[in-house]
């Protein structure tokens, strides 16, 4: 869009200021620059002398202020368009013979100062413009109804005044609706905390909630802050800010995130992030900033239009020259429209970026949708992305006569006291089998082996293999160890009576989506992992993939070098934690269930705040859809341009027609680039 070029420039050119971006989402402008070199005065005046106003920041948000030149201007807005209409209405009539010679009533001179009248907004923007030595869109809109305006066709000025405020309105309209949906994710941010203060619950905005306050929320309520549960059980809404549908439980010691919905209970919260601060607001930001991260289809439109309008001209120029015809001049003039070209791709990636944001899916920028619909080799870590990240209880093997339900009894309950995720393990088996837990009267845990536990008056073990020092162990165990499973002893007064595998597991939606991750173009997907052989090995076969394991992160940036240096486009999908050197030099890193991990946020280039495979195909294929239609747009952009100048060239387009199909094309990428917003979520 040419506001954006007009202001970036206006702010490029102050002295001290190295790089400026300018965002449409969010009407913001973000600015690399000296303090000692550059004053906020002098960028309010740059701002200003591009033809533009600057919001004045309030406890909330920055808004603009109407000032009276903008009232009036709106005024003068609002008259044209009534005075075109009417205007538009006669000129119809007398087409239909409805109203021969009407128009003939009104003195040119009247018709004149209505033109100048209603255009005025729209001529000053041109004449300040002008002054700048800057071509807007609306220069050949002007020179056009100009044209008409001094070869006596007044009513044709007057249609085309009309048809470029309704231009503009449609140009708002385009832009709005991609901004819709980051405007919706802003909205959502709480605006305040009840906290205690002096033994008081204070209802507090969140600009004044401070690090370790205290904040109590009840049902039905946003949480205002991240922060630690210190009292209370309840079920939260994480959707906007996960994306994830089910409720989640949270209790004393849990993580909570702001924007979260607590649905049923009571939480008593200190606070660790608030504001800007918190994860909901590091998303608010990274989707803001999205737009910063042009896409190259983006820079190239964006140089493309800066040459459009003196193409534009030139014909407008030829066309003089070899016709005398000033109304098919004037025509060429009203049927360009450069907007298109600069919206076809912000409004595309806009509308991506807003929708996936409210899905779970951050999107750092354009230019990373289009590197990933290029994308051909996917990396994945194992633990924490393919996996679960945590053991699980795969096999249970008696002996000695004692039944399953026995020998997960009592392992469990000599290890209910354990905080080692074996423990974990084993008591969630107990509970999901229905499995009771036995009272103990005694508990050792001896550390590198296992623990040991009086129950009944005998002494159970659980651990590795030296706590039975040496016993055979039966060939059924060591077969599961050489799978890369874990094993658990178990011994009742020091014999044996059976053993308990775990694993780290397959997520379960994973072959499904790797898949999908074929299909959609991948033609090389490995496994990566710091694992042994036998546990990467066990995993990797159990989906189909290529492995390497026993890997450092540096091992993990030597992989993803030797496949970039090779030509290819290279994905590397990772928990955020332990990948984030191979994320950042991977051409896509794609962070897992990054919710409130920060280094997850920054190293990755996209990143998904639930812990769902089914993502990973899903933003591959939004990525090139997206691109698809970015493609769509500049096509038919290009195309309606093409024969608009074509036919205005050779006459066949009357002035008034062209101004009105100018319009036209705004409307094709907003309807093109709507599909967008409602992407299927990946579920």
């Not at 920055?62 to 709106?74: F, G, H, I, P, Q």
């Not at 812990?611 to 090139?624: E, G, S, Y």
């Not at 100048?645 to 094709?668: H, K, R, V």
Request: charge should be neutral; proline fraction near 4%; glycine fraction near 10%.
């Amino acid at each position: 869009m040419e506001c954006t070029q007009h202001v970036r420039s206006a702010l490029s050119s102050l002295g001290g200021v190295r790089n400026v971006e300018v965002l449409l989402s969010s009407e913001k402008a973000i600015l690399q620059l000296d303090p000692t070199l550059v004053k906020m005065d002098a960028i309010h005046q740059a701002v200003k002398g591009a033809g533009y106003s600057v919001g004045v920041a309030s406890g909330k948000s920055a808004e603009r202020t109407a000032t009276a030149a903008d009232l009036s201007r709106r005024l003068l807005t609002a008259l044209g368009i009534v005075f075109g209409a009417v205007i538009l209405l006669v000129v119809a009539g007398e087409w239909l013979g409805l109203l021969d010679g009407l128009t003939r009533f009104v003195p040119f001179s009247v018709g004149a100062m209505l033109v100048l009248t209603a255009g005025a907004p729209i001529f000053a923007n041109v004449l300040q413009a002008a002054w700048k030595r800057q071509i807007i869109a609306h220069t050949l809109m002007s020179i056009g109804a100009l044209a008409a305006l001094i070869v006596g066709e007044w009513t044709t000025a007057m249609v085309v005044i009309l048809f470029m405020h309704i231009g503009s309105y449609t140009e708002r309209l385009t832009t709005e609706g991609a901004r819709r949906a980051v405007r919706e994710l802003t909205d959502m941010a709480p605006q305040t905390a009840r906290v205690e203060r002096e033994g008081r619950e204070v209802d507090t905005p969140i600009s004044e909630v401070q690090v370790d306050d205290i904040v109590i929320v009840r049902p039905g309520e946003k949480i205002p802050v991240d922060g630690e549960v210190l009292h209370g059980q309840a079920a939260l809404d994480q959707s906007s800010v996960t994306g994830e549908s089910m409720p989640v439980e949270a209790g004393v010691g849990s993580h909570v995130i702001a924007a979260t919905i607590l649905k049923q209970g009571m939480l008593r919260i200190r606070t660790i992030a608030v504001g800007p601060h918190s994860t909901f607001g590091r998303v608010i930001q990274l989707v803001e900033q999205a737009e910063a991260h042009r896409a190259v289809v983006q820079q190239f439109a964006d140089k493309f239009s800066g040459y459009y309008l003196p193409i534009v001209m030139g014909i407008a120029g030829l066309t003089y020259l070899f016709s005398r015809n000033p109304l098919a001049t004037a025509a060429v003039l009203l049927v360009a429209c450069s907007c298109t070209i600069a919206l076809a791709t912000p409004i595309a990636m806009l509308a991506t970026i807003g929708a996936n944001a409210k899905h779970g899916v951050l999107i750092k920028g354009g230019k990373y949708l289009e590197t990933l619909a290029r994308a051909n080799v996917l990396l994945i870590d194992k633990t924490g992305t393919l996996t679960l990240g945590k053991p699980v209880v795969t096999d249970v093997l008696p002996f000695n006569g004692i039944d399953r339900k026995t020998l997960v009894s009592y392992a469990a309950s000599a290890d209910r006291y354990s905080e080692h995720p074996l423990a974990d393990a084993l008591r969630h088996i107990a509970l999901e089998e229905s499995v009771s837990l036995l009272e103990i009267t005694h508990f050792e845990s001896v550390p590198g082996i296992g623990v040991r536990a009086r129950i009944n008056g005998f002494e159970v073990a659980v651990g590795r293999r030296s706590i039975l020092p040496g016993g055979r162990i039966p060939a059924e165990v060591e077969a599961l160890g050489q799978q890369g499973k874990t094993i658990l002893l178990v011994t009742k007064d020091g014999s044996l009576i059976g053993a308990i595998a775990a694993s780290d597991t397959l997520r379960h939606e994973v072959p499904e989506a790797l898949n999908q991750a074929r299909q959609l173009g991948m033609q090389k997907i490995e496994l990566l992992t710091g694992d042994n052989e036998q546990a990467a090995g066990s995993i990797a076969s159990s989906v189909g993939l290529p492995y390497r394991a026993g890997l450092l992160p540096e091992d993990k940036i030597r992989i993803v070098k030797e496949y970039q240096s090779q030509g290819n486009i290279v994905v590397m999908v990772g928990d955020g934690i332990n990948d984030a050197p191979a994320l950042a030099q991977a051409d896509i890193g794609i962070a897992m269930g990054a919710a409130g991990t920060d280094i997850a946020i920054e190293s990755a280039h996209i990143t998904l705040m639930r812990d769902d495979w089914n993502l990973i195909p899903h933003v591959i294929q939004t990525a090139r859809r997206t691109m698809r239609v970015v493609r769509g747009n500049l096509g038919f952009t290009a195309v309606f341009n093409m024969v608009g100048l074509t036919l205005a060239a050779f006459g066949f387009l009357p002035p008034m027609l062209a101004a009105a199909l100018q319009s036209i094309p705004d409307l094709g990428i907003l309807g093109n680039s709507a599909r967008l917003i409602r992407q299927p979520t990946g579920r």
